[in-house]
C-alpha cells in the first residue's frame, strides 16, 4: 500500500513539474516588445497636436468592467459613461496647445497585458477662449484585443501646477 502511494505521489509530482515547465515563458524580450509598444500608444495619445474626443475615446475599452477612477473617486463605472461624459467636456475644447510628459513608466504584465503611469503637463483652449491647465498623473491598465492595446481601467489625478 505504501509503494502505490508513492507511486502515485511521485506520478503526480511529475505530472505537476512538466505541466508548469511546459507553460509559455513571458520572456525578457517579450516585455521589451510590450513595453516599446505601450510607450508608442500612450506618447501618440499624449499629443496636443492630435488629442481630441476621437482619440480620447478611441484608447478606451468598450468593453464591461471598464473603471476609471480618478482624483479621489470612481468616475465612470461604465465606457457608455465615461463616453457620454466626454462628449460632453469636449465639447466645451477648442484643442489642447501644449502636451509634455514629465515621465512614463511601463510596466509589462503578460503578452497581452500592461500597466503605464504617466506624468503630464498639458494646456487646453476652450471654447470661450480660455487656456486652461490640465496636469495629471494617471495610470492607465492596457490590454490587447484584436491586437490593439486599449484601456481597460485607470485612475489620475488632475494638478494645476
Known sequence: MKTLFFRLMTGLFLFVLI??????????????SVSDEIETVVRNFLN??????????????????????????????????????MKATFSGIQRFIEMHIVELHVYPLSKDAATCTTLFKSKFLTTAGDTLINNGCWTFVFKKFDNEWKVVQENGTHTTD
Do not use: W
Not at 505541466?19 to 521589451?32: D, I, N, R, Y
Not at 478611441?58 to 465606457?79: C, E, K, T
Open 19 to 32: 505541466f508548469v515547465s511546459c507553460q509559455p515563458k513571458f520572456t525578457a524580450e517579450e516585455k521589451k
Open 48 to 85: 496636443a497636436e492630435t488629442l481630441n474626443y476621437e482619440t480620447h475615446t478611441g484608447l478606451r475599452a468598450n468593453q464591461p468592467g471598464y473603471v476609471m477612477g480618478g482624483d479621489g473617486h470612481i468616475m465612470y463605472r461604465s465606457y457608455a459613461g465615461y463616453h457620454s461624459a
